[in-house]
């Protein structure tokens, strides 16, 4: 089936600073979306997206599906300490949902006051 | 609070015994989706419900099975319980049969001693 790479596995921030990560496909995806999971609780969904180049917000995130449809972006802006958790980037592949999401294994974010 | 609910919160049970996790949907959701996770698989979609039928079959063991009740609620059966079934089992729902937008219950840890 398709994997996900999600990178980076984990960062280590100040408060205040900008975070970026990423995930990248050998395969074409038609939907990206972008969950944050906290300890003990289930994935929640933070931005779909539906259409190559697509930009879309959710406050301070930002996320973006690549114009190659491999790969989507995640950005969030000026971190506080509420935003640590584990966040995950999931695909839906061309051709239908016959495989369901995909996930990737995460990036673990971690706010040092 | 995503509308979706799960029971038992937690499970522990021994090997070769069989258990039933159950879930109910966010009202107007038709589609229920099961997923494992564990530290080193990630997360891993497991089969998809859509108004009482089976849509999508992910990597679900044999030993495993679920179903759809005309009120929309499903069940996950798992049988012959091995030490490596222990692991966080999540359900989700959406409106649709197309995967998109998937909303994920609380999970239920499951402990195979």
Same mark, same amino acid.
């Given at each position: 089936g398709?994997?996900?790479?999600?990178? *980076?596995?984990?960062?280590?921030?100040?408060?205040?600073?900008d975070?970026?990560m990423?995930?990248?496909?050998?395969?074409?995806?038609?939907?990206?979306?972008?969950?944050?999971?906290? *300890?003990?609780?289930? *994935?929640?969904?933070?931005?779909?997206?539906y259409? %190559?180049?697509?930009?879309?917000?959710?406050? +301070?995130?930002?996320a973006?599906?690549?114009?190659? +449809?491999?790969?989507?972006?995640?950005?969030i802006? %000026?971190s506080i300490?509420?935003?640590?958790?584990i966040?995950?980037?999931a695909?839906? %592949?061309?051709?239908?949902?016959?495989?369901?999401?995909?996930?990737g294994?995460?990036?673990?974010l971690?706010?040092?006051? | 609070?995503?509308?979706?609910?799960q029971?038992?919160?937690?499970?522990?049970?021994?090997?070769?015994?069989?258990?039933?996790?159950?879930?109910?949907?966010?009202?107007?959701?038709?589609?229920v989706?099961?997923?494992?996770?564990?530290?080193?698989?990630?997360?891993?979609?497991?089969?998809?419900?859509?108004n009482?039928?089976?849509r999508?079959?992910?990597?679900?063991l044999?030993?495993f099975?679920a179903?759809?009740f005309?009120?929309?609620?499903?069940?996950?059966?798992?049988?012959?319980?091995?030490?490596?079934?222990?692991?966080?089992y999540?359900?989700?729902?959406?409106?649709?049969?197309?995967?998109?937008?998937q909303?994920?219950?609380?999970?239920?840890?499951?402990?195979v001693?």
């Amino acid at each position: 089936g398709q994997q996900l790479n999600q990178s *980076p596995q984990s960062m280590f921030i100040q408060e205040g600073e900008d975070v970026s990560m990423n995930c990248t496909s050998s395969s074409i995806f038609n939907t990206w979306l972008w969950y944050k999971q906290d *300890p003990g609780e289930g *994935p929640v969904l933070l931005i779909a997206l539906y259409k %190559a180049g697509e930009l879309t917000s959710n406050g +301070r995130l930002t996320a973006q599906f690549g114009i190659t +449809r491999k790969d989507s972006f995640l950005n969030i802006s %000026a971190s506080i300490p509420s935003d640590v958790g584990i966040y995950f980037c999931a695909g839906l %592949a061309s051709g239908g949902g016959a495989d369901g999401l995909t996930f990737g294994k995460g990036t673990h974010l971690i706010i040092q006051p | 609070d995503s509308g979706v609910t799960q029971t038992p919160k937690h499970l522990i049970t021994a090997t070769g015994q069989r258990v039933t996790l159950r879930c109910s949907p966010r009202s107007g959701d038709l589609s229920v989706y099961w997923y494992q996770q564990s530290l080193d698989q990630g997360l891993q979609f497991l089969i998809q419900y859509y108004n009482g039928e089976e849509r999508a079959k992910g990597n679900i063991l044999e030993r495993f099975s679920a179903q759809q009740f005309p009120d929309l609620h499903s069940e996950l059966n798992l049988s012959s319980l091995e030490l490596g079934d222990s692991a966080l089992y999540f359900c989700a729902s959406s409106v649709g049969l197309a995967h998109n937008e998937q909303f994920f219950g609380p999970g239920t840890r499951l402990t195979v001693l």
